[in-house]
Every structure is written in C-alpha cells, then in structure tokens.
C-alpha cells in the first residue's frame, strides 16, 4: 500500500461521503446519518494516514519532506482541512444537513488532485523552509472554513428562495436562516483569521528567502484582494448590520476570490508561485 | 464652518468609508495582476500599443503598487483608521474602565438576561451566598451597599473591548514599517565571483552602486544537485567579512532560506552564474609540495617549481548556463606520456607516474548571486502582525461579560428581591449559556427561590 493508492481510496470515500449527506437531506433518510458520519471520519482518517505516509514515503526516499508543497499535495491538504472544518461544525451544531453543502468541496479538491502528477519530487532550495509548512497549514485551514462558509451561503440562498412560495419538506429541514447566518458569520470570523496567519507566514517566508516580506507578486496580491473583501463583509456585517441573503452572496464571491488566488494564478497569471503549479 | 468641521470628521470617521476603501484597493490592486509589473517601456509598447503604452505611463500602470494613487488610497485608508480610532476609542475606553457598581438600577431591570429571585435573610447573608455562588461559577465579585440594599458585580475581560482597535493600530504599525523599510534601507544585489570581493552592491531595478562600507569576499560557491542530477538540492557560498582590514566574520555559510546579517544588511543568497575558468589545486603526494591556481579554459598553464605543465582541454556542460559537469584534463611532469583524462567538475583524480603521485583537485570557478537588503522597519512590521493576529483573536472570540446582583429589601417583611442580570458585548448565544449555567447555581442554592 502506498500513499498514492490510499489517497485514491480518500476520493471515493469523500465522494460517497457527500452522496450519503445529499441523500440524507434530498431523501429526508435520517436513518442513514450515523453511517454518513462514520464514512466521513473514516475517510478523514484514511486521507490523514495518506499525508502521514507520504511524508514517510518521502522520507525512504532520502529527500524528506512535509508532503506540502506541490500542487497536488496542497490539494489533498485542502480535502484534509474542509473534512476537519466539516466535522468539527458537525460535532458542534449537532446538524448533518450541513454536509451536503461542505463534503462536496472535499471530494472535488481530491479529484483534482487526482489530476495532478503524485510522483514525490525533491524540494528546490527555496522551499526547504519551516515556515513553508506553517504557511501551508495556516493557509488551507483558512481556505477551508471560507469553502464550507460558500457552502453555506448556497444553503442559505436555496433555503430562502424557497420560504417564498410555500417550502417543500426537504427545504423546511434545513436550519432556520437564522441559524444558517450565524453558521456563516462564524465560519467567515475564523477563515479570516487564518487566513490572516496565511498571508503573515507567507510574508515571514519571503523575507527569510528573499530578503523582501512583500513584493506585490500576483499570488501576495490576489491573497491581499480576498483579505480586502472578507474585511469589507465582516465589516459591513459588524457596524452596518448587513446580514441574510447580503453575506450569503458575499461568503460565495469571498470564496470565488479564494479559489483564484488559490488556482487561477496558477494557471492565469505567472509569478513567485509558479512552483505550486506544478 | 462647525457643521462643515463636523461633516469632514464624520465622513472620516465612518465605516462606510472603510467599506469603499476596502473594495476600491481590492478592485485596483487586480490590475498590477494583470499588468505585468516594472517591466521598461518597450515592452509596454510591444505588448499594448503606443497609446496605451502612454496612457499607463501616465497613470503610472507599470508601478501602480507605487504610484501617486495608489499610495493616496492607502493613505486615505491609513487617515480612515485614524480618524475612526479617535473617534470611537473614547468611548469604548469608557466601557473598559466604567465602574459598574454605579449602574442605575433602572437600566439592571433591562438588561438582555434576567432572573429574579425571593431568598429571606438579611442582604448581607444574601450579598455573601450570591459572592460564594459567583464565585464557584468562575465570576470574581465586588459589591458596594446600597441604601436599599446591595449591588454586586463581575465581569471577564472588559479590555476584549479593546481588540478591534488593536487589529486597526496594527495596520498603521504595518505601515509605517513600511515607510521606514523603504526611506531607510534598500534592496539589492551584487554577483561576486569565488576568491573576489565587492564593497559595493547595485540597487534593483536603477543600478545604482551602494558602497558597503566593509567588504565581502566569496571564498566558495557550491550547488549540490538530487540524485536525479537535475533538481538543485543546496546553493551555498562560503562568505567573509572584513572591516577596515580585520576579519569581521570569517567564513560564515549561507543558503537559500539561511542568510547572513551584517550591521543590519542581509545578504540572501538567491543566484549563482558559471565563469569560464576552473580552480585548480595540484600536489605531490611524495614531496607534499602543493600549489593552487585559477586558470582560464584552454591554456596551458606551468608550475616551473613542481616541473608540471597542464591544463584543461575540453569540458561537458551540463545545462545552458554553462555549469560544467566534466573536464578534461591534460597533465605532465616531462617524464614519459602526459595523462589525457577526463574527471568529473569540484573532485579530486589521482595521476600516478614514474616519478610522483599527483593529486589533481579541479572546480569550476563561479560567481555567487546575493541579494542584498537592509530593511530597518521589518520588526516593526512583525510587530505589527503580532499585534494584529493578538487584536483579530481578542475581537472575535474574546467579549466583554458582565452580570450584576442586585438584593434589595422587600417593603413588607423579611424577604429580599435578587435580581440577577447580565450583558455581553457579544457572541450573545454563548453568553446565554454562560447565563443560564449561573442560574442554575441560584436556583439549585435552597437560600434562593425562583420568581
């Protein structure tokens, strides 16, 4: 068994992951619940076990390493974090409808790591840092609670778009909107600051590297543009009482603006991270 | 000319300002994204045209991160925190150090959680039953006499109150690290081949020299590559210090992520280029006679003290910048055959003849890229995140708790009123479980009874 095969085994256990949760909210099957949840801490296990590993594998191999670095790994990092983020509001809100709007998010990150190249590649100097692991880590765990915070912007829109007519069964089991705002504020509060522990790391870094904690490359700027909007939402949430369907929208363009700074600089604009394209 | 006064301050100070801040340096900062940043003219000119090329040129597109409006934005913003802070501090630094047990019993009876209470007993049992309650609750209590009886009050971490300013100060301090790193210190860099030095480094991007005031010598480079031959594992240059002709640091090691700090200048090790020349160190193992050179590709080159002529006669790149892989060396002590061989760059072969053994040490002469940076404001600039991630903690998850008793005596007979109440500055949800938690220590004490 290698790491590649057990993070294999993690797609298609987040996967069913999130059919189950679909199911439980589109066939109101409460029934199968427990079962779901055991799917997803098992899942998180296996997918923990695959990071664990691979930093073993990496280890055999004489280039040891923390399996952070690439693109691929940064992916099944990121499936990690949205598993743990899901979990932990699982536990804490006692509700799994939650899941069918958070699992999704695990499951696609795996496939795209599944499209990435695996094979364990040596670090080139520049990334042989601690702090590149402080930074990876504070990173995705922000990037995480800011997926699960737009996918619970969608619950709330799609529950709120249907309180209009007269609610269906499946809509009436979702959380009351209240409840769903207060899920969405708090998950934003703890993504930003993480998110701000990202950025700071990533500043830290560089200087250590390069002598310059800010150099206004594409990837620093597109993580500063997504700190600038998260600031304005809990902002405007704050000291204007912007609430509802308002910070709905806003924690699903938040995290648009994530995903780009995240992959589309990648792929779209070149700079300092190119290496994470890889 | 008040009103007008006031409608300044008030358009400074208000968040819908910080909000059209916030979303205008997020828009703006999409084009230096885009538009690829501090690049000559030309290659505005190639890429957009001529009139755009100029029209960016007049809007400073090429370095908007520096330009005139983009740093009034940011001061704009920098005036907005400012402005904000004064006009809020005051009076959230009141709340911080309000005294409580002053609170007009009026606003208790409001307050967004309330239990009332019947107990009899004097209020000064009562004052202390409710002081020992608190207390096993985790609430440390004062209380003052009243003339109708007696207030009690605790509160946790009134100055939580304080974080959201301290996330806001921290960007000034950000800031004006900032604005210290770029008028006191600079950024550059300088390329110094093995065995040289420089007391001179290059600002990037003008070029223009900054002398160091001492020197740095490169005595070595080295890149040590992966097993797979093509993946840098290590760049390190061996550096040495001197100052006014004494040693100051003597062959200190850097690599990438590793630099080395001299009088507040830093020098990063970001860049290395290969030279035409090789490092040649020969010795007699039979005399121990030995001698170093650096010698020129090509040349033949003599040791009249040890009888050897040699030099290097073909070498094997091994990428296009020219790092030399292998070299071929050809080797004579006029006695019988020279030795032709070819020997792998940065090792030692052995030549063993008639007469001696020799040992042949060969390595490509580099030059070491530093970077070169001295940047005064970067611990201010740590400080400022320090502040800040301390500041967005202590606004989100920390808040300001506060619950009073307030025993009165009832008019008729021995019995006394406990109102029990608190405020929480926010996260209500779990101030209503914290509330509901003390309750329920009042209403399983026998003294009390719920009303």
């Given amino acids: ?278 | 000319m008040k009103k007008t006064e006031n409608m300044v301050w008030r358009f400074f100070a208000s968040v819908r300002l910080a909000l059209f801040t916030l979303l205008i340096l997020a828009t703006t900062s999409v084009i230096g994204t885009l538009i690829p940043q501090k690049n000559p003219l030309d290659f505005y000119i190639e890429s957009f045209g001529q009139r755009t090329a100029q029209f960016f040129q007049l809007l400073d597109v090429p370095d908007m991160y520096n330009s005139w409006w983009f740093l009034s934005l940011l001061s704009l913003f920098s005036i907005n925190l400012i402005v904000c802070t004064i006009d809020r501090l005051p009076n959230v630094w009141q709340m911080v150090v309000l005294n409580n047990l002053e609170t007009d019993p009026e606003r208790l009876e409001k307050m967004p959680q309330r239990q009332l209470f019947h107990a009899r007993g004097s209020t000064a049992d009562l004052t202390e039953t409710a002081i020992a309650l608190l207390a096993k609750n985790g609430w440390k209590a004062a209380h003052e006499h009243k003339p109708d009886g007696s207030l009690i009050f605790s509160q946790k971490t009134p100055w939580s109150r304080l974080g959201v300013y301290a996330v806001h100060l921290s960007i000034l301090v950000i800031f004006a690290g900032a604005i210290i790193g770029s008028l006191l210190g600079f950024k550059a860099g300088v390329m110094i081949p093995e065995g040289s030095a420089s007391d001179t480094v290059y600002e990037s991007g003008t070029g223009t020299p900054i002398p160091l005031g001492f020197t740095v010598q490169c005595d070595d480079f080295n890149v040590a590559y992966y097993a797979d031959g093509a993946t840098p594992k290590e760049f390190r240059s061996i550096l040495t210090v001197q100052e006014n002709g004494k040693t100051t640091i003597d062959k200190r090691s850097i690599i990438v992520n590793d630099p080395l700090n001299y009088k507040g200048i830093t020098f990063y090790q970001s860049s290395y280029e290969p030279m035409q020349g090789f490092n040649v160190v020969i010795t007699n193992t039979n005399t121990k006679a030995s001698q170093s050179f650096q010698i020129p590709f090509g040349q033949k080159i003599s040791w009249t003290e040890g009888g050897i002529d040699f030099g290097i006669i073909n070498q094997e790149v091994r990428s296009r910048m020219g790092d030399v892989n292998r070299l071929k060396v050809w080797f004579s002590d006029g006695q019988g055959e020279p030795s032709i061989f070819w020997m792998d760059n940065n090792a030692i072969q052995t030549i063993t003849n008639p007469a001696a053994t020799y040992e042949f040490a060969a390595s490509q002469v580099y030059a070491t890229g530093l970077q070169v940076a001295k940047d005064p404001g970067v611990w201010t600039v740590y400080a400022g995140c320090t502040l800040m991630l301390i500041g967005l903690y202590v606004a989100f998850f920390l808040s300001h708790r506060r619950i009073w008793v307030y025993i009165t005596n009832e008019e008729n007979g021995d019995r006394c009123r406990i109102l029990v109440c608190g405020a929480s500055s926010k996260n209500k949800i779990a101030f209503e479980k914290e509330f509901a938690a003390l309750i329920q220590g009042f209403t399983n004490d026998s003294s009390f009874q719920n009303a």
Avoid at chain 1, 99 to 123: E, Q, T, V, Y
Avoid at chain 1, 167 to 174: E, F, Q, V, W
């Fill in chain 1, 1 to 278: 068994m290698n790491s590649s095969q057990l993070l294999g085994i993690t797609t298609f256990a987040y996967l069913f992951s999130a059919v189950l949760y679909i199911a439980i909210l589109v066939f109101r099957a409460k029934k199968i619940g427990l079962f779901a949840t055991l799917v997803t801490a098992a899942a998180f296990l296996v997918n923990t076990a695959g990071i664990g590993l691979r930093w073993y594998e990496s280890h055999q191999m004489g280039i040891g390493y923390a399996p952070l670095s690439n693109m691929y790994e940064s992916l099944v990092f990121f499936a990690w974090s949205i598993a743990l983020v899901y979990l932990f509001m699982e536990i804490r809100y006692k509700n799994r409808l939650l899941g069918a709007f958070s699992m999704p998010f695990a499951a696609l990150a795996m496939i795209l790591a599944g499209l990435k190249n695996p094979d364990i590649k040596p670090l080139i100097p520049a990334l042989q840092s601690n702090w590149l692991i402080a930074h990876v880590i504070t990173c995705f765990i922000g990037y995480a609670a800011f997926a699960v915070a737009s996918g619970m912007g969608i619950m709330y829109l799609v529950k709120d778009r249907k309180t209009d007519k007269t609610a269906g069964p499946l809509i009436a089991s979702l959380p009351e909107l209240k409840v769903i705002d207060d899920i969405i504020h708090k998950t934003l509060v703890f993504g930003f600051l993480w998110l701000t522990a990202g950025i700071i790391t990533g500043a830290v870094w560089a200087n250590s590297a390069w002598g310059t904690y800010w150099s206004w490359d594409p990837k620093e700027t597109w993580s500063l543009i997504t700190w600038f909007i998260y600031a304005a939402t809990l902002h405007a949430r704050f000291t204007r009482g912007w609430g509802g369907r308002r910070i709905a929208w806003l924690a699903i363009g938040g995290f648009v603006s994530v995903m780009f700074t995240y992959y589309g600089v990648n792929y779209l604009l070149s700079g300092l991270h190119s290496y994470g394209g890889n």
